[in-house]
């Protein structure tokens, strides 16, 4: 009854802006952490920002600093991740995870959208 779902990839010229949800349900408890991994052809899954639920606390990667933004639609439910002054280097598959913590423990991930930035 868990579920994460991701929305909002798509294909933008370099310069531009996408904004990526992550939509949760099904957790009895909102003391979670939601996570945007990102994966580009041929490297390591990178972590790129999180967001703590309960307070809206943010941490972000370096590379992403001052030009992504994560944002609590619903405290509760959705997050979202806008992305503005994208560059060909953010072209990768973009996964939410929830990092969820008490009963219902354990990490829970999203399909993935994909994100391709034009030169």
């Known amino acids: 009854q868990l579920q994460i779902v991701e929305s909002g990839g798509g294909l933008v010229q370099s310069g531009g802006s996408l904004r990526l949800s992550c939509a949760t349900s099904?957790?009895?408890?909102?003391?979670?952490?939601i996570h945007w991994f990102r994966q580009a052809p041929g490297k390591e899954r990178e972590g790129v920002s999180c967001m703590r639920i309960s307070d809206g606390r943010t941490k972000y990667t370096e590379s992403v600093k001052g030009r992504f933004t994560m944002a609590r639609i619903n405290a509760a439910h959705t997050a979202a991740l806008q992305m503005n002054d994208l560059v060909p280097e953010d072209t990768a598959v973009y996964y939410c995870k929830a990092e969820v913590r008490g009963l219902q423990a354990g990490d829970y991930w999203g399909q993935g959208t994909q994100v391709t930035v034009s030169s």
């Open positions: 099904g957790f009895t408890l909102e003391y979670y952490t």
